[in-house]
């Protein structure tokens, strides 16, 4: 694959750039390439796992790139990366979910009352804004 093949954003340069900065350098940075396993690999994989799965995901196409580019120059005889799976240590959960307790949310007819009763204030821009933004009862 040339380079005008390869198609990144900015965000995608700074993410991949600071993978490899805050993750990987510092676990693998002074291991010469015949000493990296797979052992090393989990390293990289396992600890931001913890926080953010993205980044293990990342670190994982990171490397895996790396060593099929190793290979490919016969810096390595084999790939640690081949058959490494990711830690089953985080836990799936829905993005950007909101959990609403309706309980404590405004009727339709409250949210009216209120809008009504402060037409004719100085707060009236702020409430709109409040009750679009899920203004919730304390």
């Keep these: ?12 340069y700074y993410n991949y750039r600071d ?15 015949l000493a990296l ?37 016969r810096l390595i005889m084999t790939n640690p990366c081949e058959g490494l799976e990711l830690s089953k240590g985080v836990k799936k959960s829905k993005y950007h979910t909101i959990i609403v307790d309706e309980t404590k949310t405004y009727t339709l007819e409250q949210v009216k009352l209120l809008l009504e009763a402060s037409k004719e204030t100085r707060i009236h821009m702020q409430m709109v804004f409040a009750l679009l933004m899920g203004l919730s009862q304390p």
């Design 1 to 12: 694959m040339s380079p005008s093949d390869m198609s990144f954003t900015a965000n995608t």
């Design 19 to 33: 993978c490899i900065q805050k993750h990987i350098i510092p676990r693998i940075g002074g291991l010469r390439l």
């Design 37 to 73: 396993n797979q052992g090393y690999l989990m390293k990289i994989y396992k600890e931001p796992v913890k926080q953010y799965s993205a980044i293990s995901k990342r670190a994982r196409t990171i490397m895996n790139t790396s060593m099929r580019y190793a290979l490919s120059k």
